[in-house]
Nanobody, 122 residues
């Protein structure tokens, strides 16, 4: 079992930055691919960024060059640095952990955090 707790969300103006953190506890953190998903009101949950157990990273096109995912296995924490935020980035952001390699599929992830709200004002 893995427990995930997100933090770092909030309200920011367009063009601003936020850093989300996800602290994991339980099983061996370094064995898992870690991902950030987001869900805006009335929309489906979508993948934002993924970091594999071997530190390969993947991003959805709309965040490439603006967001950076990283992990610190010593601290059992994954981060999402979000720069140049846009109103369309407004959503609840979820951290997830999984052992598979279908990185963009929600079904790949067995564990989910409770979510943290990110609101970007124009």
């Amino acid at each position: 079992q893995v427990q995930l707790v997100e933090s770092g969300g909030g309200l920011v103006q367009a063009g601003g930055s936020l850093r989300l953190s996800c602290a994991a506890s339980g099983r061996t953190f370094s064995n898992y691919a870690m991902a950030w998903f987001r869900q805006a009101p009335g929309q489906e949950r979508e993948p934002v960024a993924v970091i594999s157990w071997s530190d390969n990273t993947y991003y959805r096109d709309s965040v490439k060059g603006r967001f950076t995912i990283s992990r610190d296995n010593a601290k059992n924490t994954v981060y999402l640095q979000m720069n140049s935020l846009r109103p369309e980035d407004t959503a609840v952001y979820y951290c997830s952990a999984g052992e598979g390699s279908s990185y963009y599929s929600q079904d790949n992830y067995d564990y989910w955090g409770q979510g943290t709200q990110v609101t970007v004002s124009s």
